[in-house]
């Protein structure tokens, strides 16, 4: 009965308590609330990103992943055949830079102006743009074949596709070749009507590509692929780009747009760092429509340099710009061992397209054969923006609220996020700290909560007025815990859902995170929560244990408990002042030899 009276009183003091805090504390969180909110709207209004979805699949990138992201109105820098020449086999990491809109530029001889109007008819595009993962199903749920004829032989389909010949992709997507004249596209050809409208299309390009640049298909270094696609008004349009082998380029015989060429990259300004662009997309076609046109034996010792300088480097330095850890590079180099002398075939192809197309891109993306090329994993090629004194000031008081603990996290985000991008390998290992410690704080928020609830149920404790310090110091300690071990739970899920094998979902999540007024230290400030509600906590507890002991104690034992927590604060403050490179002893040195060579001054001037 004892028990369930001392439950209850608990109860009601709990229940005062609360009313108590939401009366003092609601007029200063709306304050505060409607602060941060006008503040997120002026931002907002000055620098808005909206997500720009591509016509092609979502691919997960081994080493990062970077989503493109284009204002409502952008500048469109218009993309010429670039010149002729071998990419250099170089190895950079596969480190994409975020933006905001297109780069401008001076050096390209041409003027800046938006979107260029396309033909009527046709309409160049990218293999990146290619619906090949976005086809809408088709197939019902139904039993349309019951018995399979007695000696049946033969499983091939009679349709007729005329010239064009059906070829299956390695990885099953069914796509037409004309081996004749060197055509691929992935629009079915069986259609007779399809590939009677498709045929005039061809024509035409065929006919102007002769016209502009005085090539033809048949000499087999020229390849076109074409895609029969409608506009919101349900027209026909005819998509096509065209593959130059020799110089691992494509071109087009109208102008286009980089938005899907850049990839929202920066400050692009050089034909020969656009070129790495182009031949990224090159390989992603090489990849897509696998054929016997690039050489495989040379692109096998290509890529098993690369690979082979980049195991080089993940092994003798941590600042590797690296796209793949070196568990990843072994096993792409026993793959390659794997191959042999005879790597004529698509499936051969395609492997060996996949990695070069993942190489070249980091070239773009680290502006290989510039000046001001990244070559470490840590380098950032951007200006840092001057920021106000009022969020400086702003970030320095939270970053003392939460005991220091945005600053550490934000050390740790810059190596994982430079220029608004995702090193891959850093970032599996950033997320396995991060669980490391968030599940380490849930263990010691447990045992915290438990031991508040334990010491409000002292009777000492439990027999006091309810606003006493002990009993609202306890409250308020008991809450920071709880709000700890909350959002160490929610965090550790968020970091299962964006964390190791999901890079390009994180590059989303950090991108809608730091998008807000702090950038990126408010995903550190969100990251530092656990660790700092958790010292609150123990802050508050602290507090309400030395008031409950020094206040009612005899003066003997308030003498050697007040001795002995001045120590134990001594040592405590000596040990986290070193831990954050803050010595007081060099300084105090310091102090008392400048203060010494002061005296001296003073006592040689006396007459």
Request: include cysteine; glycine fraction near 4%; proline fraction near 5%.
């Amino acid at each position: 009965m004892s028990r369930m009276h001392k439950v209850g009183g608990l109860a009601n003091r709990l229940r005062v308590f609360l009313k108590a805090l939401t009366r003092y504390v609601a007029f200063p969180l709306r304050l505060v609330h409607r602060l941060f909110h006008a503040l997120l709207q002026l931002y907002s209004r000055s620098c808005q990103f909206l997500p720009v979805q591509r016509d092609g699949r979502v691919e997960r990138v081994t080493g990062s992943f970077q989503p493109s992201l284009l204002p409502s109105k952008t500048v469109q820098l218009q993309v010429p055949p670039p010149s002729s020449g071998s990419a250099a086999n170089s190895f950079v990491s596969l480190l994409p830079v975020h933006t905001q809109a297109l780069p401008t530029s001076t050096n390209l001889g041409q003027q800046l102006h938006p979107a260029p109007s396309v033909h009527s008819v046709f309409r160049p595009f990218t293999p990146s743009q290619v619906m090949r993962y976005k086809k809408t199903p088709q197939i019902k749920r139904e039993v349309k074949l019951v018995n399979i004829p007695a000696g049946k032989r033969d499983y091939s389909d009679k349709e007729d596709s005329g010239t064009w010949r059906a070829c299956v992709h390695p990885e099953g997507a069914l796509y037409f070749h004309d081996t004749d004249r060197g055509i691929y596209t992935d629009s079915d050809m069986r259609d007779g009507e399809r590939r009677s409208s498709m045929t005039l299309c061809i024509e035409k390009l065929l006919a102007q590509l002769t016209h502009q640049c005085g090539l033809q298909l048949c000499s087999g270094d020229i390849e076109l692929v074409v895609e029969l696609t409608r506009n919101r008004n349900k027209d026909k349009v005819y998509r096509y780009y065209f593959v130059d082998h020799p110089k691992r380029l494509l071109f087009w015989l109208d102008e286009i747009s980089t938005k899907w060429i850049f990839d929202g990259v920066l400050g692009v300004e050089k034909w020969s760092h656009i070129k790495y662009a182009i031949q990224h997309q090159y390989w992603q076609h090489c990849e897509m429509y696998p054929s016997d046109r690039p050489p495989g034996a040379q692109l096998l010792k290509e890529l098993k340099e690369v690979v082979v300088h980049a195991s080089a480097e993940i092994i003798t330095t941590d600042l590797s710009l690296s796209p793949f850890d070196g568990d990843e590079l072994s096993k792409i180099l026993d793959l390659i061992d794997r191959f042999g002398d005879n790597v004529q075939g698509t499936h051969y192809t395609c492997v060996i397209a996949r990695f070069m197309r993942y190489f070249t891109r980091a070239q773009f993306f680290n502006f290989c054969g510039l000046r001001e090329a990244r070559l470490d994993a840590d380098q950032s090629l951007f200006v840092k923006e001057k920021k106000s004194k009022f969020m400086v000031a702003l970030s320095w008081a939270i970053n003392v609220a939460l005991f220091d603990a945005p600053r550490s996290h934000m050390e740790e985000l810059r190596r994982v996020w430079v220029d608004r991008s995702i090193n891959s390998p850093r970032w599996k290992n950033f997320n396995t700290k991060l669980s490391s410690e968030w599940s380490g704080i849930t263990m010691y928020s447990t045992v915290m909560v438990a031991v508040d609830v334990s010491f409000l149920a002292v009777p000492s404790v439990n027999s006091q007025d309810t606003s006493s310090v002990t009993v609202i110091t306890s409250y308020i300690s008991l809450f920071c815990i709880v709000g700890s071990l909350v959002v160490s739970l929610f965090l550790t899920r968020q970091n299962q859902l964006h964390g190791q094998e999901f890079a390009d979902t994180a590059v989303i999540f950090l991108t809608r995170v730091t998008g807000s007024v702090f950038g990126t230290k408010s995903l550190a400030m969100v990251h530092g929560l656990p660790y700092a509600m958790l010292l609150w906590g123990m802050v508050y507890f602290v507090i309400a244990f030395s008031y409950q002991v020094f206040t009612s104690t005899p003066v003997i034992t308030l003498a050697t408990t007040g001795s002995a927590c001045g120590v134990v604060a001594l040592f405590t403050l000596w040990l986290v002042s070193a831990a954050r490179d803050f010595h007081i002893l060099p300084l105090f040195q310091a102090w008392l030899e400048g203060f010494k060579d002061k005296c001296r001054k003073l006592h040689r001037t006396r007459p």
